[in-house]
C-alpha cells in the first residue's frame, strides 16, 4: 500500500516562505521512476496543478502562477519531494497536496492527505 505523506504546511505573512515535504512509503510505487506533482485546492475553487518533476528530477513544470517563486526538488533515496516556496501571496493559500503518477501516462494515482497554507496579508 503506497502512501505520500506531506508535511510542512502553517501560516505565513504575505512576502514570507514555506517548504513542504512529500515523502512515499510502501509497495507498489518505484519512486525514482514515478513523476510527482504537487497540487492546491483553495476554498470554492477547482484543484489544480501547482508544478510537477520528473522521476529523475531533469525535468520539470510549473503552472504560470508560480513559476519564479515555487521550486520542486526531490530526493529520490529518500522518497521524497519538496515544494519550496518563496515570496508567497494570499492567493497561494489553499490545501497543498503531494501526488504520484508511476506510468508515462502521468495518472496520479496516489495522493497525499494534503497540508494547509495559509499566507495573511
Known amino acids: 500500500q503506497v502512501q505520500l505523506v506531506e508535511s510542512g504546511g502553517g501560516l505565513v505573512q504575505a512576502g514570507g516562505s514555506l517548504r513542504l515535504s512529500c515523502v512515499a512509503s510502501?509497495?507498489?510505487?518505484?519512486?525514482?521512476?514515478?513523476?510527482m506533482g504537487w497540487f492546491r485546492q483553495a476554498p470554492g475553487k477547482e484543484r489544480e496543478l501547482v508544478g510537477r518533476?520528473?522521476?529523475?528530477?531533469?525535468?520539470?513544470y510549473y503552472t504560470y502562477s508560480v513559476k519564479g517563486r515555487f521550486t520542486i526538488s526531490r530526493d529520490n533515496p529518500k522518497n521524497t519531494v519538496i515544494l519550496q516556496m518563496t515570496s508567497l501571496k494570499p492567493e497561494d493559500t489553499a490545501v497543498y497536496y503531494c501526488?504520484?503518477?508511476?506510468?508515462?501516462?502521468?495518472?496520479?494515482?496516489?495522493w497525499g492527505q494534503g497540508t494547509q497554507v495559509t499566507v495573511s496579508s
Open positions: 510502501g509497495s507498489g510505487l518505484t519512486f525514482s521512476r514515478s513523476t
Open positions: 501526488a504520484a503518477a508511476p506510468t508515462v501516462s502521468l495518472r496520479y494515482d496516489y
Open positions: 518533476i520528473s522521476g529523475s528530477g531533469d525535468n520539470t
